[in-house]
């Protein structure tokens, strides 16, 4: 197969030169966000038994970008099939096993492989594949203490168990070491017992009292509305979201998201684990393959700050060189960056506007109203325009108006009508480019 006619994962473009070139311009800004954050990852113990190479090959990449990474596997197959081989039963409540002598020995027999079976991949390093040169160390200890769940609902649980507290100061050290830390779902006590946990369970804890960047829990199912992929949800979006009929998987991952945001993780995602190359689709690309949940929005309009020129000139270069704007300086962004209302989607400009109050205190203009090209057509224009608007009123404002040259029917579709010259405020005026010739568009407020 030529390399032309290759295509990118889930997606219908070729890889050229040019599209891997512009792909890895784009997937720059993540890299450099990324970069000495700690992520704490979940993934089941079905995915260690299918054939998880390229996963682990992701787990590598990961790291050599300056990823901290903590991994979390779990084991729930591999007990029952050892279970199976001995004949012995095993009950559950409540989708938690009850853990006896027998079935205790079956859970560390099953961690004790699982994790061998992980460091022997990350191990790995054969010249001519994903893992050439990567050297990865991978560090496993007692670093999660647990206590015995008790009794609940009259059923004891025995072996089973919860997270008392996570030593992280050790994670830390292992990872300021420049090692990936690899923790198995089972517990310590004080007293020297070994307790059976849930995987999603210990992730969420290490996550937390890591205060990591992100915890990302790889799951059997994606996060579904009908057919459609939910993007991103806020906190309470999630506990509605957990109210509803909803794959008893996903139940799990959106209960461990709840507790992580609300206790101090900034940004969980779900991911679909059968999907190749999901995780890095949603750590690189804009809007990723999984489910965002975070405490604050994904997305926002905001003031903009001194950091985000350099967004806001690479979102309306373009424009300018077409003639649909103005050209701006840096200097001259500086200088009226006060001035400026940007739209945030995970830490990138993909919106901006400037909104310049006029000496009379009677009008302001609307200046550099931009969205990028990929989310146009979907109601961020109008959702700047609607914010500016808001703005006007909230400061008894009587007009806005704005100088257009291509974008005239966009305003007078939203309310602005076409006005003469000599109505703009006479410091506006002073100002005008007759070579360019704009339109003046005004709207009452």
């Not at 191990?123 to 991978?138: D, E, Q, T, V």
């Not at 979102?315 to 704007?325: R, S, Y």
């Not at 400009?349 to 989310?375: N, Q, W």
Request: glycine content about 6%; aromatic content about 6%.
């Amino acid at each position: 197969m030529s390399k032309q006619a290759l295509l990118y994962p889930n997606t219908l473009m070729p890889i050229t030169p040019t599209n891997f070139v512009n792909w890895f311009r784009d997937s720059s800004p993540y890299i450099h966000a990324h970069r000495n954050k700690t992520f704490v990852i979940y993934f089941s113990g079905e995915t260690v038994m299918d054939d998880c190479d390229n996963l682990i090959h992701d787990f590598a990449l990961l790291k050599s970008l300056g990823i901290r990474l903590v991994l979390v596997h779990g084991i729930r197959p591999q007990i029952d099939q050892r279970l199976k081989l001995q004949n012995i039963h095993s009950d559950f409540y409540k989708n938690l096993r009850i853990t006896d002598g027998p079935a205790l020995q079956c859970v560390k027999e099953a961690a004790g492989l699982v994790r061998v079976e992980i460091e022997a991949l990350l191990s790995m390093g054969l010249a001519n594949s994903p893992m050439a040169g990567a050297k990865i160390k991978a560090a496993s200890g007692n670093f999660v203490i647990a206590r015995p769940l008790g009794i609940i609902d009259g059923i004891d649980y025995q072996h089973t168990g919860k997270v008392r507290r996570v030593e992280h100061d050790a994670i830390h050290q292992q990872l300021d070491q420049d090692n990936v830390v690899l923790i198995s779902p089972i517990g310590y006590s004080p007293s020297g017992e070994v307790f059976n946990l849930g995987a999603e369970q210990v992730a969420t804890e290490i996550a937390i009292a890591l205060k990591a960047e992100k915890l990302i829990l790889l799951t059997e199912h994606s996060c579904t509305e009908g057919q459609q992929l939910i993007q991103q949800m806020t906190l309470t979006e999630a506990e509605l979201r957990l109210q509803q009929e909803i794959e008893e998987t996903l139940l799990h991952s959106l209960s461990a998201a709840i507790q992580s945001c609300q206790q101090g993780v900034d940004r969980v995602h779900l991911i679909n684990r059968k999907i190749d190359g999901a995780l890095l689709l949603e750590l690189f690309t804009r809007d990723g393959t999984g489910t965002l949940i975070s405490a604050n929005p994904f997305e926002s309009i905001r003031s903009a700050n001194l950091d985000d020129i350099a967004g806001i000139l690479e979102l309306i270069k373009p424009l300018e060189k077409q003639g649909f704007l103005v050209k701006r300086s840096r200097e001259k962004l500086e200088m009226e960056i006060d001035d400026y209302i940007v739209i945030e989607r995970d830490g990138l400009i993909i919106g901006c506007t400037a909104y310049h109050l006029m000496h009379d205190k009677k009008s302001a203009e609307i200046a550099c109203l931009a969205v990028h090209p990929d989310y146009q057509k979907s109601a961020r224009g109008n959702n700047l325009l609607e914010h500016l608007i808001s703005l006007a009123k909230k400061q008894h404002l009587r007009k806005l108006f704005v100088l257009s040259t291509q974008t005239m029917h966009w305003f007078i579709e939203r309310g602005f009508k076409a006005t003469d010259i000599d109505t703009l405020p006479e410091q506006r005026k002073e100002f005008y480019n007759y070579k360019r010739n704009a339109q003046v568009l005004c709207r009452k407020i």
